[in-house]
């Protein structure tokens, strides 16, 4: 894994909005796979800036989801549908038709999950994943014990990411128990990874990736069986790491 420490979140966003618009331009038929919370917001605003200033286009480009919540319709502020449109795609001239995320409202849950995996499929997998990570070592929703072996599927909510989670909702209740989310053997079929990561708060999160055991108790800890990942994160992220 290639470590890219940087002094704070501004720059954490500038060095992974850098590196990816520029595969984009590299490769306009790009898919990328995007992720939400709150880590992601600057590197996305860094993409908008850039759009409109470089004109880098996603005319041609599709974008893949991690995951969403079960039960939370489209308009829902806090679905992360809502959140994708709001904090990059209306901003972007990407696609809406080309910008995928599970249906957490679908009827049909399990055909949702496998209908999405087909998708991933049909795009030819994806490019470039943007990755945050949860202070329990979440990936996308999949919570500690979750097989590295799994796909898209519907996940419960561990009780330590509804209440991180509960700052984006009006009351701990109202954050949704279930979500649907990209398995870890998706994402690991990932081309390449970017992990982003700031602040104090995700610096044991961060110690465990680098240097602990792969294991499934730490899910983030399967990106060590990756071949191209890059973690860029902020001295406070990286604190608990003396040798960078
Ligand atoms: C959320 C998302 C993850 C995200 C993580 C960290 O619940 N499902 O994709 O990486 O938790 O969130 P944040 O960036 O807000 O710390």
Redesign the pocket.
Known sequence: MKIIKVSNSTEMAKTAGEMIAEKVRANPEIVLGL??????IGTYQYLIEDHKENGTSYSKASSVN??EYIGLPKTDPNS?YFFMKTNLFDHLDISPERTFIPDGTADDLEAECTNYEKRIAELGGVDLQL?????NG????NEPGTSFDSRTQIVS?AEE?IT??ARFFSSPEEVPTK?I?MGIATILESKEIIL?ANGK??AEALHSLIKGEVTEDFPASALQRHGNVTIIADEDALSLINDI
């Open positions: 992720a939400t919370g709150g880590t992601p991690l995951d992360y990755l945050g990570i949860g202070r979440h990936i996308a929703f909510l990411t991180d989670n979500a989310s982003l708060s995700k």
